[in-house]
């Protein structure tokens, strides 16, 4: 079972919505059969609501699923409602970036290009702090807050079930200066640290790399679970997109295959980075 309550709702989701759909009925139809909305079945298959073990049991009579099966489902339910480590930070973390640390924490592979910026998994924490304080939306305990967060989900690169993670990185996220020089030597010292953990790959795609198959930063998960399906992250200033249909997750697969074949290989990225740092050791 997939650990984060995230997950277990993401699952938990798949399963109702698989059950319906091998019913050959509407989500009218099961609201209507239960004495609900159309609506409440749909929130419940789609994540966007909290599921009780209560409506687990009547959806599962009304499908006559194993009772293996209800109690399997009721479990999610139940675990669903517990919070995530990270959920505990409050305001300094907005909900749908609450929802991507969910899935983050349970994938089993991480496949990320960043155009403008180090990734967050291999940033120190005084970079971080930079990043966070350009947003003057941002309260001083928010950036703290948030900043604590990006470092505790760092953690996940070193346990022992550490997800396979292959970071495409631009040279411009390199060579941006973020704060001062001092910052920037210690900033890329952690990335060639990141990069030589036994799970992580790093590629640099550099200036001359002429045309790439992207245009924007994008985040790949996939998940150790045959019945959870790979999904692309992408987000923004205020809110994020989540696309988990297998079209996206082909079209996306095809992008990043493109930019780690644009890229330098890891032992010349790795060159770069040191190259890199040693202008800022000037």
């Not at 496949?111 to 001083?140: D, F, N, W």
């Not at 988990?244 to 010349?268: C, I, M, N």
Request: with cysteine; hydrophobic share 40%.
């Amino acid at each position: 079972m997939a650990g984060s309550p995230t997950a277990r709702r993401r699952r938990l989701s798949f399963e109702l919505k698989k059950l319906r759909e091998q019913s050959a009925l509407t989500c009218a139809q099961v609201g209507e059969a239960l004495d609900w909305s159309g609506s409440k079945v749909n929130r419940m298959e789609t994540g966007s609501g909290r599921v009780q073990p209560s409506d687990i049991e009547a959806l599962c009579r009304f499908y006559g699923t194993s009772e293996e099966l209800r109690e399997f489902l009721k479990s999610l339910a139940r675990e669903a409602k517990t919070r995530g480590w990270w959920q505990v930070h409050g305001a300094g973390i907005p909900e749908w970036f609450n929802i991507y640390i969910g899935l983050e924490q349970d994938a089993s592979t991480v496949r990320q290009y960043q155009c403008e910026v180090i990734p967050g998994l291999m940033q120190t924490e005084a970079y971080a702090g930079e990043l966070h304080r350009s947003g003057a939306h941002m309260t001083a305990a928010d950036i703290e807050r948030a900043v604590h967060v990006r470092m505790e989900r760092q953690a996940m690169l070193t346990r022992p079930d550490a997800p396979d993670a292959w970071f495409v990185v631009n040279e411009g996220a390199l060579r941006n200066v973020i704060g001062d020089r001092s910052l920037m030597r210690e900033q890329l010292e952690r990335v060639l640290e990141s990069a030589g953990l036994p799970t992580v790959t790093l590629q640099v795609l550099p200036f001359d790399s002429g045309t790439y198959p992207a245009t924007g930063t994008f985040t790949m998960l996939g998940f150790p679970a045959p019945e959870d399906p790979d999904l692309v992250y992408r987000d923004g200033i205020t809110d994020a997109v989540y696309l988990e249909g297998e079209h996206h997750v082909r079209e996306y697969t095809k992008a990043f295959d493109g930019l780690r074949a644009a890229a330098l290989s890891p032992q010349r990225s790795a060159l770069l980075v040191e190259s890199i740092l040693k202008e800022y050791a000037r």
